[in-house]
């Protein structure tokens, strides 16, 4: 093979992988812009009204979630099923904001935290490598902890909207995140950076509780509060 031979086809090569990360960013746009749709649906929940339509915030959420799996099957068909990694980096951050939402939705519904393989199995998609298109440990510890920023949100718009015994949940809820945590060994940097946020959320809902605590609403709510 000529030196021209073997660059032409080199080009060749290049062309068709440039297609096929076209055809994947395509997919991911749609993505991305479903995410936002799911997004903004559970953001009424911080209005003063929307602990009342969780319940149903959280169905629409799910429904959502349907056309979700749909875009992750077209999205599985774009590449060979063993170049997983090697394309990681198109859908890697749609990812780990699905799996925030999927947390998001199922703190909502229980308080309790989703596993990684309920996440998995609202956005259809595997948990074991081997299996195909899956969802890496790291995306879903990044999604939790993005979720874990959602809720000291959520903390502080729960006393606006006169609910004070959830911000003593949602405290108990990320100092157990905090110390599971504390458990791993990160070296993932972007992870990493990442987890220390972590402490910031942790200090903005002591600072909620603590409030709350000196102004004798967190007794209060204990003794007699809603849930």
Same mark, same amino acid.
């Given at each position: 093979m000529s030196v021209t031979e073997m660059f032409s086809y080199i080009q060749g090569f290049l062309s068709a992988d440039q297609d096929v990360r076209e055809d994947i960013r395509k997919v991911v746009q749609t993505l991305e812009q479903m995410a936002r749709e799911i997004l903004t649906v559970l953001q009424s929940v911080h209005q003063p009204s929307g602990f009342k339509e969780i319940p149903s915030k959280c169905a629409k959420a799910r429904e959502l979630f349907s056309t979700v799996r749909t875009q992750i099957a077209?999205?599985?068909?774009?590449?060979?099923v063993e170049q997983y990694y090697r394309f990681h980096e198109h859908w890697r951050f749609v990812l780990q904001r699905l799996t925030f939402l999927a947390a998001f939705v199922v703190y909502l519904e229980s308080e309790s935290l989703v596993t990684r393989e309920e996440v998995a199995q609202i956005l259809g998609i595997e948990v074991v490598r081997e299996k195909g298109f899956h969802l890496d440990?790291?995306?879903?510890?990044?999604?939790?902890?993005?979720?874990a920023s959602e809720l000291s949100r959520l903390a502080v718009n729960s006393v606006t909207a006169g609910d004070y015994n959830r911000? #003593?949940?949602i405290s108990n809820f990320i100092n157990e995140?905090? @110390? /599971?945590?504390?458990?791993?060994?990160?070296?993932n940097d972007p992870l990493r950076k990442?987890?220390?946020?972590?402490?910031?959320?942790?200090?903005?809902?002591?600072?909620?509780?603590?409030? #709350?605590?000196?102004?004798?609403l967190a007794k209060e709510?204990? @003794? /007699?509060?809603d849930k």
């Open positions: 077209e999205l599985k068909t774009k590449f060979p440990v790291e995306d879903y510890l990044a999604g939790v902890l993005i979720m911000p #003593l949940r995140l905090d @110390s /599971g945590f504390r458990l791993l060994n990160l070296k990442r987890y220390d946020g972590l402490k910031y959320d942790v200090k903005k809902i002591e600072e909620v509780v603590y409030d #709350l605590s000196i102004r004798g709510s204990e @003794s /007699g509060g």
